[in-house]
């Protein structure tokens, strides 16, 4: 069976140059990003001073697109990357900088794909800071480059999607038919504060699911699937939790306390709009879970790579308690669909 990971990271010497010089600014004082305050923080990986000894050469990994990283594919037995940019994307710089730097990112990742199309496919970089140029350009990436959807980095400048201003991004992924994979960052400023106390919860022990999963709802709640019914959204760590919500969601919309109107019950929309994936959550329950509540045709394999190891994840589909067929279209079956592959 053929073995394809969704979530898996890249980035570019400029955009390293780039979050470096955010990361500057921001701590003489001169960004004036309202937002961008734990950017040093958020993206660490690119600081070039020592970094405490468990980093595990990330920065060196996520500029490889080379022999290592096929080396460690090969290791495991994955087939195919689907490439990305690191977190937290273009999303934190200010508008122009971001427009240019995603129309070079897509660039120089359409020619990471070309010079190995067996192994590689990639996901667009946009700039929501400017909706009507980040729609412009997913267009561009995938008629023009060959990408087969976009990565967006959660909330942009702390805002939300769900904002009418960002529909035409939708409307354009709904019209070229390719998904929108919705991943983490840390928490938008107005809701970070109490999760700095213990920073490691601002990253991926809790406050990136916390980040995405209230920004799926926002997109439910607004009514954004009733207007665009074709989109599609993929959540990594088999949705965000939102699986787990599924009866609950349903049953609090259903006492419709606050008088909010949908065509349909939040937890349809996640069962038709959404896809999740294996990234980062090689814990079989957790597994169970989204089976029995979406089904083996709603989830795709990820590892994401370089925070995640290759072999756990592609060890922990094998040992699944699921049929050979089942198997198959997580592991590469549902991608080869989802993203025309
Ligand atoms: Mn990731």
Not at 53 to 70: N, P, S, Y
Not at 219 to 232: A, E, H, N, T, V
């Amino acid at each position: 069976m053929r073995v394809i990971a969704i979530e898996e990271h890249f980035t570019t010497n400029e955009h390293v140059k780039a979050l470096r010089s955010l990361i500057h600014r921001v701590n003489s004082g001169s960004a004036d990003a309202m937002d961008e305050s734990n950017i040093s923080f958020e993206a660490r990986w690119v600081l070039p001073a020592k970094l405490p000894a468990d980093d595990g050469g990330i920065m060196e990994k996520l500029l490889d697109v080379g022999e290592h990283r096929i080396h460690v594919m090969d290791e495991a037995g994955i087939d195919m990357q689907v490439l990305s940019i690191m977190s937290p994307g273009v999303q934190a710089f200010d508008g122009e900088t971001a427009r240019i730097l995603a129309k070079s990112i897509n660039e120089e990742l359409a020619e990471i794909v070309e010079r190995n199309p067996r192994r590689y496919a990639g996901l667009a970089t946009i700039a929501p800071q400017d909706p009507k140029t980040a729609a412009e350009e997913l267009k561009r990436a995938v008629m023009e480059l060959g990408l087969k959807g976009v990565c967006i980095h959660s909330h942009t400048k702390g805002e939300y999607l769900d904002d009418r201003k960002y529909w035409n991004i939708f409307a354009m992924a709904e019209k070229l038919s390719v998904p929108i994979y919705l991943h983490p960052r840390i928490p938008s400023p107005d809701m970070v504060r109490p999760y700095l106390t213990y920073p490691c919860l601002a990253t991926g022990m809790w406050g990136f699911s916390a980040e995405v999963s209230l920004h799926a709802m926002r997109l439910i709640c607004s009514g954004l699937f009733d207007q665009y019914p074709g989109l599609r959204i993929i959540l990594g760590h088999f949705g965000e939790a939102l699986p787990f919500w599924l009866w609950r969601l349903d049953n609090r919309w259903q006492k419709n306390l606050f008088g909010m109107q949908l065509k349909k019950k939040p937890g349809d929309y996640v069962r038709e709009n959404f896809l999740v994936t294996t990234s980062g959550m090689f814990h079989h329950p957790s597994l169970q879970c989204a089976y029995s509540t979406l089904s083996a045709d709603r989830i795709l394999f990820a590892v994401d790579y370089p925070f995640e190891s290759c072999n756990d994840a592609v060890t922990f589909i094998r040992s699944a308690p699921m049929s050979d067929d089942e198997k198959g279209q997580m592991f590469g079956r549902n991608a080869e669909k989802l993203l025309k592959l």
